[in-house]
């Protein structure tokens, strides 16, 4: 029989945190190790409800060896910290937290010679599916214009979304351009009319909304909507286990959903 993946989740106090915690405890692929809270966390030493018994909510990572992968959703401090452990130890890291800025982007992305990591802005296989037709949207209409909306909950610190961003990435890339040189995040007073190319993003936030993305793709006379609603945050969790079980064991690299959900097909 196969040895459970041995898993610590990072930012396990937060809601992606919740929620992982509530699949790993009964899935048996994994064994949690340590749920990992943030050095101020009042939850630090209390107990943690999983089927391995006796766990609590700590800021101390496990000594060598305890480990196969961390799985992370808890902010660029947090994962520094994560990425820092997972390098001087050789464990493979998944990560979720968005808001990154281009600095920490490259480098998570130089870590990738030392360790197997596997990042994902969004781990639904809505967003992935979202994500392919928008390339194939954006590729036969390159003259239509396009913007993102995003909506989330009151709490959520980074806007535009990391989605939100990654789709708009993937649809320059599409269109042989970059987001650097084709985004536009706000629009206010007199902007004039709007420069062909360019990716339009507007943000809302309220409430306690999951995470929803619309793509406007607007020509004369018509316009393609593609939308993307979560309603539970399961999904994000689920997609991070199921990566997280993909990863395990693999050898150094900079991973991501697509080749996990190709490889998975092809099978
Ligand atoms: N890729 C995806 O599919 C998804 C990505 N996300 C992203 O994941 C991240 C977390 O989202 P969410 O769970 O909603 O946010 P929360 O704020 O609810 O959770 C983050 C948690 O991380 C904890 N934390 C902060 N610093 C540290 C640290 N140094 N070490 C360990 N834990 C720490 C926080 O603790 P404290 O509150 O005590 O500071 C908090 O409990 C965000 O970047 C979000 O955008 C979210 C959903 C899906
Ligand atoms: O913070 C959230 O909640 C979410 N963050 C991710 C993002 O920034 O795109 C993914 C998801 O939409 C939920």
């Known amino acids: 029989m196969t040895q459970p993946v041995r898993l610590a989740i990072n930012g396990a106090t937060g809601r992606m945190g919740q929620a992982l915690l509530a699949l790993v405890k009964d899935d048996a692929r994994f064994s949690?190790?340590?749920a990992i809270a943030s050095p101020d966390s009042s939850k630090l030493g209390r107990p943690v409800d999983t089927c391995e018994g006796?766990?609590?909510?700590?800021?101390?990572?496990p000594?060598?060896?305890?480990?196969?992968?961390?799985v992370d959703f808890s902010g660029p401090a947090g994962l520094a910290e994560a990425l820092t452990y997972c390098e001087s130890h050789g464990v493979a890291l998944v990560t979720g937290t968005t808001g990154l800025d281009a600095t920490f982007a490259q480098r998570l992305s130089a870590s990738s010679s030392r360790i197997a990591l596997l990042r994902a802005a969004n781990f639904s296989l809505g967003v992935a599916v979202l994500t392919r037709?928008?390339?194939?949207?954006?590729?036969?209409?390159p003259d239509w214009d396009l913007d993102i909306i995003e909506a989330h909950h009151n709490r959520k610190e980074d806007a535009p979304s990391g989605t939100a961003l990654a789709l708009g990435e993937a649809a320059a890339d599409a269109r042989g351009t970059s987001l650097r040189e084709s985004a536009?995040?706000?629009?206010?007073g007199r902007v004039g009319p709007r420069t062909q190319g360019t990716i339009g993003f507007a943000v809302v936030r309220g409430g306690d909304i999951v995470g929803e993305h619309e793509l406007?793709?607007?020509?004369?006379?018509?316009?393609?909507?593609?939308?993307?609603?979560?309603?539970?945050?399961?999904?994000?969790?689920?997609?991070?286990?199921?990566?997280a079980h993909w990863l395990s064991g693999r050898?150094?690299?900079?991973?991501d959903l697509d080749a996990m959900l190709a490889e998975r097909s092809s099978r």
């Open 32 to 34: 949690l190790v340590a």
């Open 133 to 141: 037709l928008l390339r194939q949207a954006a590729a036969a209409l």
């Open 54 to 61: 006796a766990l609590s909510f700590t800021h101390e990572w």
């Open 184 to 188: 536009v995040y706000a629009r206010e």
């Open 63 to 70: 000594a060598a060896d305890a480990l196969d992968v961390v």
């Open 216 to 243: 406007l793709l607007m020509g004369q006379g018509e316009r393609l909507e593609l939308v993307h609603r979560a309603t539970d945050r399961s999904i994000f969790a689920r997609g991070a286990l199921e990566a």
């Open 251 to 255: 050898e150094a690299g900079d991973y």
